[in-house]
């Protein structure tokens, strides 16, 4: 039986109900009240329980999966997400957010290739097209399962980067390491359809989308250090980006 949150909605605030809702629900959830895979309670009960319409809970609902807090499944219903790894504004390598956030990430490395030409990758990296780029993907998961698989093209240099440093420990770390330092980047967010590899890989449904993310990295200098491009589990991840008014 799902567990019915504690609600209080200030109806005379310039706050819209919905989103009191969604913000009293959310934390519920961050605060440990609602667990991870807690069914949660349907619309109609919470609405009749608070006297709310149905479309003011509706789209409070909506804005909690919208955020990756919980998700709707066809024959299940709502439930509350896996833990999710948010990752904010700031240059870390997802390893870094994990560990952050207490989680302990495991790498197995898909892929190794120090000979690999890639015209797009080269030109971002400022390289000619025909350099041999170093290649790298790698299957990065936590306790519940997999989480990303994170794709990676760097200069010729990196063709000795120690393999066992990267199942241990960040791309950056090993970057920083070897003093090479990400100071800036350019990140391109989206999401898609899964391809088949990735489903299988993420243990994805058929229908289950990813969240994605290429990322051009710079060092002080302005040089570029790598290129990257990765997708995520929907429901593991979510990016958390602050904006300022100019």
């Known amino acids: 039986m799902a567990t019915q949150i504690q609600v209080s909605i200030d109806r005379n605030s310039p706050v819209p109900l919905y989103h009191q809702l969604a913000e009293q629900l959310a934390a519920a959830i961050d605060t440990g009240v609602l667990k991870p895979g807690d069914a949660f309670e ?13 479309p003011t809970v509706r789209r409070a609902i909506v804005e909690l999966v919208t955020r990756g807090l919980l998700v709707r499944r066809r024959g299940i219903g709502t439930t509350v997400a896996n ?10 390598s997802l390893f870094d957010d994990l560990k952050r956030n207490g989680r302990k990430p ?11 030409v890639d015209q797009r990758a080269s030109q971002i990296l400022g390289l000619p097209v025909e350099t041999p780029l170093v290649y790298l993907e790698r299957l990065r ?6 989480m990303s698989i994170l794709r990676n093209w760097l200069p010729p240099m990196w063709a000795d980067i120690d393999m066992e440093v990267l199942s241990s420990q960040g791309l950056y770390n090993a970057m920083k390491a070897r003093g090479v330092v990400p100071a800036v980047a350019h990140q391109t967010i989206g999401a898609r359809p899964a391809e088949p590899s990735e489903r299988k890989l993420l243990q994805l449904d058929k229908t289950d989308p990813v969240l994605t ?10 040089n570029p250090v790598e290129f990257g491009d990765h997708c995520y589990r929907y429901d593991r991840y979510l990016f958390d980006i602050t904006v300022y008014a100019s």
């Open 106 to 116: 495991l790498t197995e490395v898909l892929e190794f290739n120090t000979d690999f």
């Open 83 to 92: 833990e999710v790894i948010h990752r904010r504004n700031e240059l870390t």
């Open 213 to 222: 993310m290429s990322r051009k990295a710079y060092d002080s200098a302005g």
């Open 42 to 54: 349907n619309e109609l009960s919470i609405a009749d329980r608070l006297d709310l319409s149905r």
């Open 141 to 146: 998961s936590v306790e519940e399962g997999p």
